[in-house]
């Protein structure tokens, strides 16, 4: 079945610090992949998402992800967090089927230190 | 704007009533979803519609009802026969694999 895991529950950082985090996932054919933020008591927004292509995708916020076949990972990165980049990511991962619903990750909660 | 709109944001109910959820899209998607969010457990799939007067089943569908009369209206009833009601419900549409959300409602039994 297909799986997405975050392995990180909750990361801290500093403000101005370089940010990785991290998303594998279980799926046999091309996936079609998405991270995704939540700010507190808020709805998701799309950060990203990889179809095809090129593996490096820029996103909105100054994020960007790269997809890695061999290691079945899209993991998300940011070169400088700002305070306001606290929040929960998920990654996502289309099934396969024609349902084409979403499976997603546990997430991980972002604090920033000022 | 197009958009999803949920409402109410907040809303309290006693135990043992059915509360509705609204949902209303304007985006002209075909599918639309609920999910369930509880803390550290992500999104749970509730309902979800790929096409009007037609829906299946997700992963947690015991003791909550969804209707899809209209393409832009797909409302979540969460009955009395759901143990443990009180969390974060998002709805969502989706053109192609990109999902939109909506705000969520907290909803609050007591």
């Known amino acids: 079945a297909q799986s997405v895991t975050q392995p990180d529950i909750h990361i801290t950082v500093s403000e101005g610090a370089s940010l990785e985090l991290r998303c594998n996932y279980s799926y046999g054919a091309t996936p079609y992949l998405f991270w995704y933020v939540q700010s507190p008591g808020q709805g998701l927004q799309l950060l990203l998402k990889y179809f095809s292509g090129d593996t490096l995708v820029q996103g909105i916020k100054g994020f960007e992800a790269e997809f890695k076949r061999s290691q079945s990972s899209f993991n998300l990165r940011k070169p400088s967090v700002h305070w306001s980049d606290a929040a929960e990511y998920f990654c996502a991962v289309v099934g396969a089927g024609n349902n084409r619903k979403l499976i997603w990750g546990l997430g991980t909660s972002l604090a920033v230190n000022p | 704007d197009g958009g999803i709109t949920q409402s109410p944001k907040y809303l309290f109910r006693k135990e043992g009533q059915n509360v509705t959820l609204s949902c209303e899209q304007n985006?002209?998607?075909?599918?639309m979803y609920w999910y369930r969010q509880d803390p550290g457990q992500g999104l749970r799939l509730i309902y979800y519609s790929q096409i009007v007067n037609d829906f299946q089943k997700g992963d947690i569908a015991e003791g909550y009802s969804v209707s899809r009369e209209k393409k832009e209206s797909f409302p979540l009833t969460v009955t009395s026969a759901q143990k443990n009601p009180t969390a974060f419900y998002l709805c969502?549409?989706?053109?192609?694999?990109?999902?939109?959300f909506g705000q969520g409602t907290r909803l609050t039994v007591v």
């Open positions: 969502a549409s989706s053109f192609g694999a990109e999902a939109f």
């Open positions: 985006l002209n998607h075909d599918a």
